[in-house]
């Protein structure tokens, strides 16, 4: 039940029209609710957004903790639902050390 319009579909967060995904990026309620709802163009934003915070804050993606996280920023990102997307603090950029 995407939102169509003539040929093309049109994003529920930029509210350009574009392309559809493919497919639901999960196979649950929020990857239906990204399929219907987001191009594929604020879905690639997602995914470099979503690299960043994997990086930043050095989360372990088999970690269903992970998960919920990045779900929660997701939400954030392409639905304007949640608090604040967590903040990537760039002033420490090539001095973290492990």
Known sequence: MGL???DKF???R???KGEQ?????????LGARVYNEI????????????????NHFGLDVSNPDSHD????????FLFNEGVQL??????KEGSVEW
């Open 4 to 6: 169509f319009s003539g």
């Open 10 to 12: 049109e994003c529920g």
């Open 14 to 16: 930029c509210g350009r």
């Open 21 to 29: 995904m493919a497919f639901a990026p999960f196979p649950n309620e």
């Open 39 to 54: 191009c594929q163009s604020c879905w690639k934003e997602w995914l470099q957004k979503q690299n960043q915070l994997i």
């Open 69 to 76: 996280f990045l779900f929660d920023n997701l939400k954030i």
């Open 86 to 91: 967590a903040q990537i603090d760039t002033s």
